[in-house]
T-cell receptor, first 115, second 115 residues
Framework: KNQVEQSPQSLIILEGKNCTLQCNYTVSPFSNLRWYKQDTGRGPVSLTI?????NTKSNGRYTATLDADTKQSSLHITASQLSDSASYIC??????????????FGAGTQVVVTP | EAQVTQNPRYLITVTGKKLTVTCSQN?????MSWYRQDPGLGLRQIYY???????DKGDVPEGYKVSRKEKRNFPLILESPSPNQTSLYFC??????????????FGPGTRLTVT
């Protein structure tokens, strides 16, 4: 069973609107949680990285939150633009020294921004 | 320019014919990793390397080999490719093998088709 679950699987939003993507994980203990943006056919690009002691981090119009108690994270996109159309991937890294080299990936949320 | 490069970008081959996909980074990164990405499954880690001469299995290592003889290169070897290894492959690197909290940089991807 995947240790990182993302929802929704896909969503369509109008340009200028906000949206929130969800990530639930079971990796424990964990060291950090990352959000990546992946354009079709290209490598993922890092948006945010949060350690277990952080609960929010922003990168421009992207804001990630983390609740380590409930093992949930969200990525909020503000005032969406056409260029935000991409897959957004949640990635969790384990804490122990023999596990933190292994990254656990969610399946991603496909976001389509329409004019 | 700091980057991760992969070669080839596209490859069509036949079952059983050994192949190597090269990965090189020019950022003096210690950590390197290989992933495959399949529709509906997201990114899955194949192998990773914390540093030179140190490699470990990810979640889907079967059918693959890697080596890390020097810091900048981390080739992925398919000794006897099979059709189920048709996928999009990404190489990535990160600054340090001592901490999981550094940003990971991805290469552009290699699309492999095994017939």
């Amino acid at each position: 069973k995947n240790q990182v679950e993302q929802s929704p699987q896909s969503l369509i939003i109008l340009e200028g609107k906000n949206c929130t993507l969800q990530c639930n994980y079971t990796v424990s203990p964990f060291s950090n949680l990352r959000w990546y943006k992946q354009d079709t056919g290209r490598g993922p690009v890092s948006l945010t990285i949060m350690t277990f002691s952080e609960n929010t981090k922003s990168n421009g119009r992207y804001t990630a939150t983390l609740d380590a108690d409930t093992k949930q994270s969200s990525l909020h996109i503000t005032a969406s633009q056409l260029s935000d159309s991409a897959s957004y991937i949640c990635v969790v890294t384990g804490m122990t020294t023999d596990s933190w080299g292994k990254l656990q990936f969610g399946a991603g949320t496909q976001v389509v921004v329409t004019p | 320019e700091a980057q991760v490069t992969q070669n080839p970008r596209y490859l069509i081959t036949v079952t059983g014919k050994k192949l190597t996909v090269t990965c090189s980074q020019n950022m003096n990164h210690e950590y390197m990793s290989w992933y495959r990405q399949d529709p509906g499954l997201g990114l899955r880690q194949i192998y990773y390397s914390m540093n030179v001469e140190v490699t470990d299995k990810g979640d889907v290592p079967e059918g693959y080999k890697v080596s890390r003889k020097e810091k900048r290169n981390f080739p992925l070897i398919l000794e006897s490719p099979s059709p189920n290894q048709t996928s999009l492959y990404f190489c990535a690197s990160s600054l340090s093998g001592d901490s999981p909290n550094y940003e990971q940089y991805f290469g552009p991807g290699t699309r492999l088709t095994v017939t």
